[in-house]
């Protein structure tokens, strides 16, 4: 996959950001030595970390080179690191991993929760958010559109582009049993969007770039004609002129045993 564009992901830095901010109100902790923020982007989220825990030395991470540029640029006193979160280990053990829209992207979510929440100190905290929306008109329609022809040969098996996640009971099973304390809920946001075109903006920022980038130039074009010509007719038009884009989210919050 080509690298992700920060430009692009930032036109909707606001309501990317709501979520993070939601998550990192439900942390329960008064103060922290060490703070890792899993799948940094540009850096939107690390600045709420910084902001909550001053005194705390804060590390981003991102396989993203692009992304960290723009992190650095932003947060010139956080810490960023290149690193793929299937393989990451950290140096010290924190007091918080902060996870805020990164981990749909990682494989193998029942060995990979368990061991992101061993590695923390503790009393330290794991927070993940993660978006829900596999069968939100948005991404099955994605999907839909990348199983015809002409795209289907470049795309491949559309279903395996992004990771399935486990239902919301599923992960509080995975940490109940040695946690302190564990704190599961979902929210569906609802995006007033002033046109079909700017929900396609929205998703080629995240969840549809994996398939847009498999396609050469030509039939990246007709793609995506023909992903909007369906949005637009899955998104009728409110009372306003605007669509609303419905936009679950799925929140985990899990602290350890002191």
């Known amino acids: 996959m080509l690298d992700w564009n920060p430009a692009l992901y930032r036109r909707y830095e606001d309501e990317r950001t709501r979520p993070a901010q939601e998550l990192l109100a439900r942390v329960p902790l008064t103060g922290a030595a060490r703070v890792v923020d899993l799948g940094c982007g540009p850096g939107n989220s690390t600045e709420l970390l910084v902001q909550r825990f001053p005194a705390a030395e804060v590390l981003g991470t991102d396989n993203s080179e692009a992304m960290l540029v723009s992190a650095r640029e932003r947060l010139p006193q956080a810490r960023f690191e290149l690193s793929d979160i299937a393989r990451w280990q950290p140096e010290l053990p924190p007091d918080l991993i902060y996870a805020n829209a990164s981990l749909q992207w990682v494989p193998d979510h029942e060995t990979l929760i368990p061991r992101l929440f061993a590695a923390l100190a503790p009393g330290g905290v794991l927070a993940i958010q993660m978006p829900d929306n596999r069968e939100e008109p948005t991404h099955r329609l994605m999907r839909e559109v990348a199983a015809e022809a002409p795209w289907t040969q470049a795309i491949g098996d559309a279903d395996k582009l992004r990771t399935q996640l486990l239902p919301i009971d599923g992960y509080y099973d995975l940490l109940a049993a040695d946690a302190a304390q564990v704190d599961v809920w979902r929210t569906a946001y609802q995006h007033p969007m002033v046109s079909a075109a700017a929900i396609v903006e929205w998703v080629r920022g995240t969840g549809l770039k994996p398939f847009v980038d498999r396609l050469p130039a ?13 949005v637009d007719g899955a998104y009728r038009v409110r009372t306003d002129g605007k669509r609303l884009l419905a936009f679950p989210r799925m929140f985990i919050v899990a602290q350890r045993k002191a």
């Open 218 to 230: 030509d039939l990246q074009a007709s793609y995506l004609a023909e992903y909007q010509r369906r």
